[in-house]
């Protein structure tokens, strides 16, 4: 048996930002149209007001204050309300391919290594932008690797399941080193015309390599254990999918068709989920608060990290225990908790135990417990 542990990570990070104000002064412009084409069913009672948004309506809800994007003027156009992103031929790499060997080729960097000594791949996000072939067999070529790749899709736990995955065939011998891809794409599949959740997403991609422990050259974290849990609920949800076409309704455009959520139920039922779930994976390992230096967690909300970290610890955490970059990037589904990560972890001494979280629609949870290993010189 080996042990696996991260020697490198990294981070492609969009050249688009959009601000609170900008995303509400084109949320409330299409409001206001909204409102005057249909004035006279809102008069009547058949059709209810589109509200305006405001940036300290948003920050509130969330925490969030910017977030990239891959294109923001597809957005920000009251006519479209949605990213404008360009059709690739088949024979030109992919979006998310791309997205993914950027943060793939810093991850490998920062470990001494290149895409050649990497024998899996596995593209876990919450969506990708097409059934087959797969991403990761595409990420693959681009990197001149051997051995084999993957998709896997387990919403917003996808990075921690992959994680999981990989460690565990790296553990077992199957594989050597990995990297575990999370290219999030995910103004995509958000719903921009609703009030409730159009601040909530932005775009990134994630890159975290696996290797073991005997082979890694500098600095990395053991990866103690992982633990995953899965439950099933509709309060996040998106319908989109292959049989779109086979309804009634064909192929027009939806609601249910993207992001949907219902925030009430999941901020009330998945904060003791997640909670209990990282309470008995430390509990398993014999990990005591007191020992916990730091808290990687998924960046949905501010408020919920905040009653995590609060459980998890048992007082408040410090901001330097519980990192967020929440308010930067908003919510990048699988990518967030490894985004804190790779930016809020070279700081922590030799010994220092931390642990990421995931957690979304699903429900699913996912948590690796780690520890830093610093060499000495």
């Known amino acids: ?114 895409g050649a000594e990497v024998d899996l791949i596995i593209v876990a996000a919450s969506n990708h932008e097409r059934a087959y072939p797969a991403i990761s067999i595409e990420v693959q070529d681009l990197l001149s690797s051997p051995g084999f790749a993957f998709d896997m899709n387990v919403a917003c736990s996808s990075a921690t399941f992959g994680i999981q995955a990989a460690a565990d065939m790296i553990r077992a011998g199957s594989a050597t080193r990995a990297l575990v891809l999370n290219p999030e794409i995910c103004s995509a599949h958000l719903e921009w015309r609703d009030r409730d959740c159009h601040f909530i997403f932005g775009d990134v991609a994630t890159a975290t390599l696996i290797e073991r422990q005997a082979d890694a050259k500098g600095a990395y974290f053991t990866i103690n254990s992982t633990r995953c849990a899965t439950q099933f609920s509709n309060n996040i949800r998106n319908n989109n999918g292959f049989l779109r076409r086979s309804y009634p309704e064909g192929l027009t455009d939806q609601r249910d068709m993207q992001f949907m959520q219902n925030g009430r139920k999941v901020f009330k039922e998945v904060l003791p989920l997640v909670s209990a779930h990282i309470a008995q994976h430390m509990d398993s390992e014999g990990v005591t608060q007191d020992q916990l230096s730091r808290l990687w967690l998924h960046q949905a909300n501010k408020s919920m990290n905040d009653f995590i970290g609060k459980k998890v610890l048992g007082r408040t955490p410090d901001p330097s225990e519980q990192p967020n970059i929440l308010q930067d990037y908003a919510n990048t589904s699988s990518a967030g908790s490894i985004i804190a990560f790779s930016q809020f972890s070279d700081d922590m001494q030799d010994g220092d135990t931390g642990l990421i979280c995931s957690f979304g629609a699903g429900y699913s949870v996912g948590s690796v417990l780690l520890t830093r290993h610093v060499p000495k010189a």
């Open 1 to 114: 048996m080996h042990q696996p542990v991260i020697s490198g990570t990294g981070v492609f990070t969009p050249d688009q930002i959009i601000t609170n104000a900008e995303l509400v002064t084109a949320f409330n412009a299409y409001a206001d149209r909204y409102n005057a084409e249909n004035a006279e069913a809102i008069a009547a009672g058949q059709v209810e007001a589109k509200a305006h948004s405001s940036p300290e309506f948003i920050f509130n809800a969330s925490g969030i204050e910017r977030r990239y994007v891959m294109d923001k003027a597809g957005v920000l156009n009251p006519d479209v309300m949605h990213p404008l992103l360009e059709k690739r031929p088949d024979d030109s790499p992919s979006l998310m391919a791309e997205m993914a060997v950027t943060a793939a080729n810093q991850a490998l960097e920062k470990a001494e290594r290149s």
